[in-house]
């Protein structure tokens, strides 16, 4: 994962406990630029993303009103029924596997923090890259809504007290997040999401690192896990090089409360479903087939009972012309 040191594990003495890490993908373009030629971090091969959305067809009738009726009732009962059991899922792939960032689905049930935050401001800007606060505020809000923690964005100004040449020294970089976290939040409950700007560092080509430091309470929400997706999301995003830096940092902490704080046991109704709809195709087939049979069937008895009238009134003539 390119994770510097730390990782997702507990940070030494003196910094009340709270966890930490980092991540340093070794040059990263935005908005449109030229990728940086940065050798650290590990490399990275974009291809095609694939999208599966809904599909609307032509118009879908038995040719008679009575079956047409019915059979829009099923579909529409169908309809009902698999969005019932897939409600806040994206999609039918995404339900079942991993999405189309190639990043896991969680494992475990997490419970929303419930009045552990006082909600802050949602970011600082040391270096001014921010351009686009709405694009930015929009992903921490999802964060926050989903789990009840508040991230906190910290993009921090190139300084020697944090590097050492190249290489980011990690335990100043640490001390400075929990001494930030401490003058700026009263609660634990926040997850700060700091960018450490190297020398000669710009927007466009971003060759820093990022580190991450939780307060306590955070810790049931940003497990081991959970911190695996993010990072998982984090670098699909990171190396997408389509996406601004608001864009990057906002998609990932939507898709990671997405994932995190989705029940692991919604894929286990698939089959369920699947039955359903099974059985709904089936009862479609047998109403159509019965109501062109019944079609069929209407003209050979107004035959049968048109035949002997015509015989009836043919005798009568026979008798008048005698």
Not at 20 to 27: E, R
Not at 101 to 116: I, M, P
Not at 246 to 251: F, K, L, V
């Amino acid at each position: 994962m390119g994770r510097s040191g730390g990782g997702s594990g507990r940070s030494s003495g003196g910094f009340g406990g709270r966890s930490s890490g980092g991540f340093s993908g070794g040059g990263r373009s935005s908005g449109g630029f030229s990728r940086g030629s940065s050798s650290r971090g590990f490399g990275y091969s974009s291809g095609p993303r694939f999208y599966f959305g809904p599909r609307y067809y032509g118009r879908y009738g038995s040719g008679c009103g009575c079956g047409g009726g019915i059979t829009s009732i099923i579909l529409l009962f169908i309809i009902f029924m698999f969005v019932s059991f897939y409600d806040g899922c994206s999609s039918f792939i995404s339900c079942t596997s991993s999405n189309d960032s190639g990043v896991d689905k969680t494992t475990r049930v997490r419970e929303k923090l419930d009045g552990v935050v006082t909600k802050s401001d949602w970011y600082e800007d040391q270096v001014g890259w921010v351009s686009s606060e709405k694009v930015l505020i929009e992903g921490l809000e999802d964060f926050y809504k989903e789990t009840g923690a508040q991230p906190f964005v910290l993009l921090v100004k190139y300084s020697e007290d944090f590097w050492n040449g190249s290489n980011l020294n990690v335990e100043e970089a640490d001390k400075y997040l929990n001494s930030i976290y401490d003058q700026k939040f009263e609660d634990e409950g926040h997850f700060i999401f700091a960018y450490f700007q190297c020398e000669n560092d710009s927007k466009q080509e971003m060759d820093g690192e990022f580190r991450y430091l939780s307060g306590n309470s955070v810790d049931t929400i940003m497990d081991n896990e959970a911190i695996d997706i993010f990072w998982g999301y984090f670098q699909a995003n990171y190396y997408n090089t389509s996406l601004t830096l608001e864009e990057m940092i906002s998609n990932t902490f939507t898709q990671t409360a997405n994932n995190i704080m989705q029940n692991p046991d919604e894929g286990s109704n698939v089959p369920m479903v699947l039955s359903i709809i099974l059985i709904s195709i089936l009862v479609i087939v047998v109403i159509v087939a019965l109501v062109n049979k019944n079609k069929k069937n209407k003209p050979e008895t107004a035959e049968k009972i048109e035949k002997p009238v015509d015989i009836i009134v043919e005798d009568k003539k026979d008798e008048e012309n005698k």
